[in-house]
């Protein structure tokens, strides 16, 4: 992505430097996909993987005897 592209981003999107290092890429991998897969619109989850295997630990270790946080 060129600079100004990327400063543009930064200030559009309100993101930090090291966020934009992985969202940017990130929007490329998925127009890519869209484009392989002939697709207009895309669902993106709103959590990440990080945030999805927490919750799979989580939900492992109470085994419904989740305290509610």
Request: aromatic content about 8%.
């Amino acid at each position: 992505m060129p600079l100004i592209a990327w400063q543009r981003a930064l200030i559009d999107w309100n993101l930090t430097p090291d966020r934009a290092d992985v969202i940017l890429p990130a929007i490329e991998i998925y127009d890519i996909a869209m484009q392989c897969g002939g697709v207009e619109k895309i669902l993106v989850p709103d959590v990440s993987l990080r945030d999805g295997i927490i919750q799979v630990l989580y939900e492992k270790a109470y085994s419904g005897n989740a305290p509610h946080i």
